[in-house]
């Protein structure tokens, strides 16, 4: 486990998480702001980034386990992220659709936040949020993060507009 919370807890990611990761990755609705949901290579490809992550260098997205039942209901963590010709720390998170709108999200986004402060010594972080991704950006805001830029990602041969959150350390501290 890396990471307790109230009702969760976070743990790296195994390859036998892989169905799991499916509910999620293949989910169209859960991935409407990549337009795209995975299939099953793609699937196994994001398990193993994650995996190369936790070697290179620590952290990565981890499985977001409910306590309470100990099942599988999303993913949340740290990445390394280009912004600005430099890589930033990001919190990124995915949720199965049928654990929306429960705070699962911010509970395990805001855990995350503490990590990269209080663990990593982060001097701040961000979140690169699609900018039709209001329920993602209501996550970031409520984690205490700020818009400080727009930018345009390219994936799947399409130009995606994104909003850049990030929170620094010293806005934390306070």
């Known amino acids: ?11 790296e990611l195994e390859i036998n998480d892989f169905s799991n ?19 099953d290579k793609e699937v196994f490809q994001w398990l193993q980034k994650q995996l190369f992550r936790y070697k290179e260098y ?12 100990t099942e599988f209901i999303g993913q949340c963590g740290l990445s390394l992220q280009d912004y600005n010709d430099k890589q930033v720390i990001e919190i990124g998170y ?16 805001s855990a995350c936040k503490k990590y990269a402060f209080e663990t990593l010594n982060a001097k701040e972080v961000f979140s690169i949020i699609r900018q039709n991704n209001t329920a993602s950006q ?11 830029d727009r930018i345009i990602k390219h994936y799947y041969n399409m130009n995606m507009p994104h909003l850049v959150y ?3 350390a010293s806005e934390y501290r306070q």
């Open 58 to 69: 620590g952290f990565g997205l981890w499985a977001v386990i409910l306590k309470e039942n």
């Open 138 to 148: 209501k996550v970031a805001l409520k984690n205490g993060m700020k818009v400080r």
């Open 94 to 109: 995915l949720f199965r659709k049928d654990y929306w709108h429960k705070g699962y999200a911010f509970e395990a986004a």
């Open 166 to 168: 990030s929170i620094k």
């Open 21 to 39: 990761l499916c509910k999620i990755l293949q989910d169209k609705d859960v991935m409407y702001a990549y337009e795209h949901a995975f299939d």
């Open 1 to 11: 486990m890396i990471i307790e919370t109230q009702r969760l807890f976070l743990r």
